[in-house]
């Protein structure tokens, strides 16, 4: 899911005619670090330079650039960037996040700013992703997501196969399913009426939560729901 964070957070800050912040920035102030600050959000983490962050990065980075143009339907960049990166004169047209950028973004975080402050907005908007829907479920102790891979949950997973199929019944019936299912589940039309889970079901689930959260709709994200209906067991 490609979510547009600057809509929801804030876009970029007040920027002068140089292209500079108005506001300098002082580590030495008084708030919070950033790096704890997003520890609090519900919805969005800071990018790491884990791997599996690479496409967000670059998502992150396009945000960044979006930003600066000339005119929101060009293609043409300011000639300075708020954060002041060296390179922007040579990065600005290109699509992979760098170094530069992704230092920049752990500089920020080690800054001390106030919640509502402008420079959080940016970070949150340019350093920051949207949690998976895995992670989410994964911050609630009294549920835990199905592991694909686990030889203890057969019975965990048979109940949350059988949850699905009713999902699927058709209206007013007990045991007549519908031919075609929410999820698209492969071989659907054949498993339907199989009380035991199948291997098609478990890739279902992994594949849906480890899609991004809507930070838009939050707990009321149609796949978080589904994936906690179906995809989850009650912890131990």
């Not at 330079?49 to 043409?76: F, I, L, M, P, Q």
């Not at 920051?128 to 199905?146: C, F, M, Q, W, Y």
């Not at 019975?155 to 031919?179: C, F, P, S």
Request: aromatic letters at 10%.
């Amino acid at each position: 899911m490609d979510i547009k964070l600057v809509g929801l957070i804030g876009g970029v800050g007040a920027v002068g005619a140089g292209g500079a912040y108005l506001a300098v920035s002082n580590p030495f102030k008084s708030g919070i670090l950033i790096s704890e600050l997003i520890k609090s959000e519900a919805f969005i983490k800071s990018l790491t330079r884990n791997a599996k962050d690479n496409t967000k990065w670059d998502e992150a980075w396009k945000r960044y650039k979006d930003a600066h143009k000339v005119s929101s339907s060009g293609s043409e960049y300011k000639e300075k960037d708020i954060w002041e990166l060296s390179e922007w004169g040579q990065k600005k047209n290109g699509n992979n996040a760098f170094d530069e950028f992704k230092n920049k973004c752990e500089e920020k975080s080690k800054l001390k700013v106030d919640s509502n402050s402008q420079e959080y907005k940016d970070f949150k908007n340019y350093c920051a992703r949207p949690k998976t829907v895995s992670e989410l479920i994964g911050e609630d102790s009294s549920t835990t997501l199905l592991s694909k891979t686990s030889n203890n949950e057969s019975a965990a997973w048979d109940a949350a196969w059988e949850t699905y199929r009713k999902a699927n019944l058709q209206n007013g019936q007990t045991n007549v399913y519908k031919e075609q299912d929410i999820w698209g589940v492969q071989n659907w039309s054949s498993d339907k009426s199989n009380g035991s889970v199948t291997e098609h079901y478990k890739t279902k689930c992994e594949e849906k939560a480890n899609l991004d959260i809507d930070i838009t709709k939050g707990l009321k994200d149609s796949n978080f729901i589904n994936v906690k209906n179906w995809c989850t067991k009650i912890s131990q």
